[in-house]
T-cell receptor, first 110, second 114 residues
Framework: LAKTTQPISMDSYEGQEVNITCSHN???????ITWYQQFPSQGPRFIIQ???TKVTNEVASLFIPADRKSSTLSLPRVSLSDTAVYYC???????????FGQGTELSVKP | DGGITQSPKYLFRKEGQNVTLSCEQN?????MYWYRQDPGQGLRLIYYSQIVNDFQKGDIAEGYSVSREKKESFPLTVTSAQKNPTAFYLC?????????????FGPGTRLLVL
């Protein structure tokens, strides 16, 4: 499975848009890009998943360029409650494991 | 109220003791998983089960054992052979066999060695 690289930490302020970029240079044709969110002392929570172009749901947007070697999770107008660790995963459908890296620790300040 | 429950929230283990962590789900999911998380790290897969009465080792299975006698239950035993058991343990489930990409996680059990 493709290894992912994302920033260790990011800081933001309430009301700002936050973009977290993940690189996955060796992504394969049947791999999907998935993002999870984890609050301290809780289990991760699925946020969004995509294959290419743009996906949007009520929580976030996911932008994937044509070469799929990177992806960007966009959180619109963050609040203090968005402070968490965000994991970017490349997952193979039908039999692929979830491999969690260190994630990006997002800190939202007032 | 559907979901995954893990108990206890905190568990203390003495040296040489086996302890069992509980994981129950009422989502009617076929697949269940156990992960371990160390401070500042991502999750590592211990064991997984795609159907009842069947399970496979993950990446760090040594010192752990599991059973899957019922669809809704997937207990994890941390044996005395696990030399560094202090960690946050997370159970997860997914709807179908082979459906890895969307997993639902429980609240976790923090295991501490006395």
């Amino acid at each position: 499975l493709a290894k992912t690289t994302q920033p260790i930490s990011m800081d933001s302020y309430e009301g700002q848009e936050v973009n977290i970029t993940c690189s996955h240079n060796n992504i394969a044709t049947n791999d999907y890009i998935t993002w999870y969110q984890q609050f301290p002392s809780q289990g991760p929570r699925f946020i969004i998943q995509g294959y290419k172009t743009k996906v949007t749901n009520e929580v976030a947007s996911l932008f994937i360029p044509a070469d799929r070697k990177s992806s960007t999770l966009s959180l619109p107008r963050v609040s203090l409650s968005d402070t968490a660790v965000y994991y970017c995963l490349v997952v193979r459908r039908q039999g692929g494991k979830l491999i969690f890296g260190q994630g990006t620790e997002l800190s939202v300040k007032p | 109220d559907g979901g995954i429950t893990q108990s206890p929230k905190y568990l203390f283990r003495k040296e040489g003791q086996n302890v069992t962590l509980s994981c129950e789900q009422n989502l009617n999911h076929d697949a269940m998983y156990w992960y371990r998380q160390d401070p500042g790290q991502g999750l590592r897969l211990i064991y997984y089960s795609q159907i009842v009465n069947d399970f496979q080792k993950g990446d760090i299975a040594e010192g752990y054992s599991v059973s899957r006698e019922k669809k809704e239950s997937f207990p994890l035993t941390v044996t005395s052979a696990q030399k560094n058991p202090t960690a946050f343990y997370l159970c997860a489930s997914s709807p179908r066999e082979g459906d890895w990409e969307t997993q639902y996680f429980g609240p976790g059990t923090r295991l501490l060695v006395l």
